[in-house]
């Protein structure tokens, strides 16, 4: 028999008391159903990635009390939402949506403000709407995964379509594009590959975005804008409605592919690297959204944790990489890049001779020849991913501490290589007063490199938590002092990230408090996400 979870009291959402939460709690569950609404009022488990927990973050990057939800509610459908929504506004009550609630390492599905209830969407609402063959579209609901949507894809036998999916594939369609997640396809920017939207206001009033509007229409997946303003970007990385729906364009099979990997000596070649990446990746020679990983990760894909490499304090020693490095099929090296050409054999060798010949322009860079790999090799990861198959290996190198978490650094520079050098410099300074590890990944968007710095730490040390969320809040600062700024943070990290969006007397932030105030009079919906307080809240001590 198993054990009953032990219980813990519930925490109640401040401005409403005890007995009025518990009759609201009443009503809704009178309202959607009884078995649709639970309190949070059990040990938290952080279960792992395939269960991630609604409770909290499961990667919890400070107490793990201090981001948890009074309770959770499974709407079964968009009606469901609207009355969630409409019950949340006459208690106020605040809700936290969440599609599948795995979007580790910027808070997972924990709520800023604690005791709000979780809208747990993906559950119930899971549904692959459409996938259009001809059209190569899909519309998807917030619970559909990566994995969810390409199986279905191979059900149908679509041959012609790719999905493209992030690194782990275990997360929502929906939810990852309303981050802007990216994914390793040339159809990388999620964001960018949507069309079409349906939202519930804070409100509780539908909207359909784009041909969505018109009733009757057969184009709300192929045409994104309509008529009039554009408003999709508003319902991303915001807490201006409940996307129920979201439509995606797909990719066609190209007819092949071949992916490549190409290793760089020294750390003061990335500035080169990028250099010469740029002219092709924006004349799509390049065509993928690609890695340029730095190789410490090599070690932590390995399975084997830290520890099986070196015991001491301070950052991982480069001497130790490299002596491991010689004994794997990569070599010594700094840098790695991970790539992948499109379409048959003719057209693939035209771009990957362009590509070697530029790339072999650095002292010692070495093509590894995929062939020598074994077929466990993460170079095999990435050429999955690559194709649009999800995986799952990326979990492994969190597994570099004991109870592993992460927490990213995610700025933004042009593709330019005194730019990279300068966020690695910065990168590599907190790195070394830093006592815990980073892992270096620049994706390379169009003109843009995304870096991802992860910091790994043990989730259940006090000390390693503090240090890391330090790190974060330090490293924002200098960049914005430098003029770069994050595509996306953690939850904790929101206000000081949005703060440094300033220009002009933090002219963007006031015009995003309008609109709250305006679409959210009560200020119900997700408080504090992306930094954007609603009045109710401004002011009163919320910000950090
Ligand atoms: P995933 O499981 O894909 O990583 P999450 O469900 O954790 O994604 O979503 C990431 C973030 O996006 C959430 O924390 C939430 O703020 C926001 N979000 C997710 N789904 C929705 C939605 N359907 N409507 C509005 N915001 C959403």
């Given at each position: 028999k198993k054990p009953r979870a032990r219980k813990r009291l519930p925490v109640i959402p401040q401005g409403i008391e005890q007995t009025r939460f518990f009759v609201a709690i009443d009503e809704i569950s009178t309202e959607i159903g009884d078995n649709k609404v639970e309190i949070n009022d059990k040990q938290l488990d952080d279960g792992w990635y395939m269960e991630p927990p609604n409770t909290h973050d499961g990667m919890a990057i400070t107490d793990e009390e201090e981001l948890v939800s009074s309770a959770v509610i499974y709407p079964g459908s968009t009606d469901d939402v609207q009355k969630v929504v409409r019950w949340a506004n006459k208690y106020l009550i605040p809700l936290h949506p969440i599609s599948m609630g795995r979007n580790f390492g910027y808070g997972g599905a924990a709520p800023r403000v604690r005791g709000a209830v979780v809208v747990d969407l993906g559950k119930r609402m899971n549904k692959i709407l459409d996938i259009n063959p001809d059209d190569?579209?899909?519309?998807?609901?917030?619970?559909?995964?990566y994995f969810a949507l390409y199986e279905e894809v191979q059900k149908r036998g679509y041959k012609n379509l790719w999905i493209d999916v992030p690194d782990?594939?275990?997360?929502?369609?929906?939810?990852?594009?309303?981050?802007?997640?990216?994914?390793?396809?040339?159809?990388?920017?999620?964001?960018?590959?949507?069309?079409?939207?349906?939202?519930?206001m804070p409100t509780g009033e539908i909207v359909r975005t784009g041909m969505g509007a018109l009733p009757g229409n057969n184009t709300?997946?192929?045409f994104p804008y309509g008529f009039g303003p554009f408003l999709d970007g508003m319902f991303s990385q915001s807490n201006y409605g409940i996307v129920t729906k979201m439509g995606f364009g797909l990719m066609p099979n190209p007819g092949g592919h071949e992916s490549f990997l190409y290793t760089f000596k020294n750390e003061e070649d990335l500035e080169q690297l990028v250099e010469i990446v740029r002219p092709l990746r924006i004349a799509m020679i390049l065509e993928n959204a690609a890695n340029i990983r730095h190789a410490l990760q090599v070690l932590a894909l390995s399975g084997k944790p830290r520890s099986a490499f070196y015991d001491g304090n301070g950052p991982f020693p480069t001497k130790i990489m490299h002596e491991f490095l010689q004994t794997h099929p990569y070599g010594e090296c700094t840098w790695l890049y991970y790539g992948t050409c499109y379409g048959p054999k003719e057209v693939r060798k035209l771009k990957l001779d362009i590509i070697h010949r530029e790339f072999m322009k650095i002292p010692r860079a070495r093509r590894i020849d995929p062939e020598k790999l074994p077929p466990t090799d993460?170079?095999?990861?990435?050429?999955?991913?690559?194709?649009?198959?999800?995986?799952?290996?990326?979990?492994?190198?969190?597994?570099?501490w004991p109870n592993g978490a992460h927490v990213a650094?995610?700025?933004?520079?042009?593709t330019r290589g005194a730019d990279a050098l300068s966020l690695w410099h910065m990168a590599k300074e907190q790195w070394a007063k830093l006592g815990l590890d980073f892992f270096f990944d620049f994706v390379v968007g169009l003109r843009e490199l995304h870096l991802i710095v992860e910091c790994v730490?043990?989730?259940?040390?006090?000390?390693q938590r503090a240090n890391a969320l330090e790190a974060m809040r330090s490293l924002i600062k200098e960049a914005a002092d430098k003029g770069y700024g994050e595509y996306r943070t953690h939850l904790l990290l929101c206000d000081?990230?949005?703060?440094?969006?300033?220009?002009?007397?933090h002219a963007l932030m006031k015009l995003n408090e309008k609109l709250k105030d305006?679409?959210?009079?009560?200020g119900i919906l997700a408080p504090g996400r992306s930094g954007i307080w609603p009045a109710r809240y401004r002011g009163r001590g919320w910000e950090i």
């Open positions: 190569c579209t899909c519309l998807v609901e917030p619970g559909v995964s782990l594939g275990g997360g929502s369609v929906l939810g990852n594009a309303l981050d802007h997640g990216v994914g390793y396809t040339p159809y990388g920017d999620h964001w960018a590959t949507h069309c079409g939207l349906e939202v519930v709300w997946q192929v993460y170079f095999w990861t990435r050429d999955r991913i690559s194709i649009g198959k999800p995986d799952l290996e990326d979990l492994s190198w969190v597994n570099w650094f995610s700025p933004v520079a042009p730490y043990d989730r259940d040390d006090p000390k000081q990230v949005a703060g440094t969006y300033s220009w002009n007397d305006c679409l959210d009079p009560n």
